[in-house]
C-alpha cells in the first residue's frame, strides 16, 4: 500500500543511496590523496637531486638545457607549473604553461620574480619542510607539491625549494 512505500520503503532506499554516495565520495577523497602523493613523490625525486641543488647555485647551462628547455617532460608529465627558488625565495626558473599551446601564462598565485615568506607553497611547519595538497587558482584548483633543493641523500644545506603543479581534471 501507500502507507508502507512512504514509510518503510523510501527510508530504506533514502539510507542506501546515502551510504552509495559517502563511499563514493570517499573514493574520490582516496583518489585525489593518491595524485597528491605521488605528484610529492615526483618532486621529491628533483628536489633531492644534486644536479638541482647545484644548478640553484651556478645556473649550469647543460642542466638547463638537459632538463629545462624541452616542453616534453611537462607535457607528457602533464605538469604545467614547476618553480625553483633559491633561499631567498626568488626564482630561478619558472615555466607556467598552457599544455595545449605550449603558451607561458601567468597565474598570480605563482609570481614571476619572488615569492613572499607567507606564500602557502613556502612557509610550513613541517619538520622536513615540505608542502602538499590542493592551491585554488585563477585557472581552477591545483594539486601542488614544494619542497626544500636538497642533494641527493636529502643531506647537505637547503639551496631554496622546487615547486610543482598541475591542475584536477
Request: with cysteine; hydrophobic share 35%; charged share 25%.
Amino acid at each position: 500500500s501507500l502507507g508502507v512505500r512512504h514509510f518503510v520503503l523510501a527510508p530504506s532506499f533514502r539510507s542506501l543511496e546515502y551510504e552509495e554516495a559517502l563511499k563514493n565520495g570517499n573514493r574520490c577523497v582516496q583518489a585525489v590523496e593518491r595524485e597528491i602523493d605521488h605528484l610529492n613523490s615526483v618532486c621529491l625525486e628533483w628536489s633531492d637531486w644534486d644536479d638541482l641543488h647545484q644548478y640553484v647555485v651556478d645556473r649550469n647551462e647543460g642542466f638547463h638545457q638537459a632538463n629545462l628547455a624541452t616542453t616534453e617532460y611537462f607535457q607528457r608529465a602533464n605538469l604545467p607549473v614547476m618553480v625553483i627558488l633559491d633561499v631567498n625565495n626568488r626564482v630561478v626558473w619558472m615555466t607556467c604553461l598552457d599544455l595545449e599551446t605550449l603558451e607561458q601564462v601567468e597565474l598570480p598565485e605563482f609570481p614571476r620574480d619572488e615569492f613572499p615568506a607567507d606564500h602557502p607553497l613556502i612557509r610550513t611547519n613541517h619538520p622536513k619542510g615540505y608542502i602538499n595538497g590542493i592551491l585554488l587558482t585563477e585557472r581552477g584548483p591545483m594539486l601542488v607539491a614544494s619542497r626544500p633543493i636538497t642533494t641527493t641523500d636529502a643531506q647537505g644545506e637547503r639551496r631554496g625549494r622546487f615547486i610543482m603543479s598541475r591542475y584536477i581534471n
